[in-house]
């Protein structure tokens, strides 16, 4: 069964500082990784996905996320956070690992914080 | 934002009553999602279906059931709701299930069971 491990249940940061929040997942097949973002009281927003292709993937409010299949990690980053970036960041994987369709398994969560 | 509607957004009930939660999507998507998220767990996949009349279980479906009779509403039921069912419950639509359609995610709804 595929699962995601996301190392840091919290991750502290000061305002402008750079930001990584690390994810990484096991499954023998073909995947897929998201990454969504969960803003106090509200549902979850997809920030960004890699599919296939350059393993360098953009997405909205400034943050990139990297694909290495040899570590079997999708980590998160952020050049400068602001006060708004603060959330919940959920690492997600979608394959066909046991049945004929696709499952979204999420990750559990990363809280960043970002401080003035 | 995707038309996702939850009702109700908060509910306080007592152990062994029956609870259910509606989920009303505006975007005629053929894909329904039902998770609920804990601390420490993240989101886990309760049920889902892929069209009228047609679902399926996911991970944790023991004491839920669902029903959907129109493409809109998808329903999720506690037939006797117990204290480890207390949750943030989030419904989901997509436009397919492949990866290249991502899940669009409704406010949620806080269910306390006493």
């Known amino acids: 069964a595929q699962s995601v491990t996301q190392l840091d249940s919290q991750v502290p940061v000061f305002e402008e500082a750079p930001v990584e929040l690390r994810c990484n997942y096991s499954?023998?097949?073909?995947?897929?990784l998201f990454w969504y973002v969960q803003y106090p009281n509200q549902g979850l927003q997809l920030l960004l996905k890699?599919?296939?292709?350059?393993?360098l993937v953009k997405g909205i409010n400034g943050f990139e996320a990297e694909f290495n299949k040899s570590q079997t990690s999708f980590h998160l980053r952020k050049p400068s956070v602001h006060i708004s970036d603060t959330a919940e960041y959920f690492c997600?994987?979608?394959?066909?690992?046991?049945?004929?369709?696709?499952?979204?398994?999420f990750g559990k969560g990363t809280l960043l914080t970002v401080n003035p | 934002d995707a038309g996702i509607t939850q009702s109700p957004r908060h509910k306080v009930t007592e152990t062994g009553t029956p609870v259910t939660l509606r989920c009303h999507q505006t975007?005629?998507?053929?894909?329904m999602y039902w998770y609920r998220q804990d601390p420490g767990h993240g989101l886990r996949l309760i049920h889902y279906?892929?069209?009228?009349?047609?679902?399926d279980k996911g991970e944790v479906s023991d004491g839920y059931s669902v029903s959907r009779s129109k493409t809109e509403d998808f329903l999720l039921t506690l037939e006797s709701a117990t204290s480890s069912q207390t949750s943030v419950y989030f419904c989901?639509?997509?436009?397919?299930?492949?990866?290249?359609?991502?899940?669009?995610f409704g406010d949620g709804t806080r269910l306390s069971i006493l």
């Open positions: 890699y599919l296939s292709g350059s393993t």
């Open positions: 989901a639509i997509s436009a397919g299930q492949g990866p290249n359609q991502p899940q669009h």
């Open positions: 279906s892929y069209g009228v009349k047609d679902t």
């Open positions: 997600a994987v979608s394959d066909r690992s046991g049945g004929s369709n696709y499952k979204l398994t």
């Open positions: 975007e005629n998507h053929r894909y």
């Open positions: 499954s023998s097949v073909s995947v897929y």
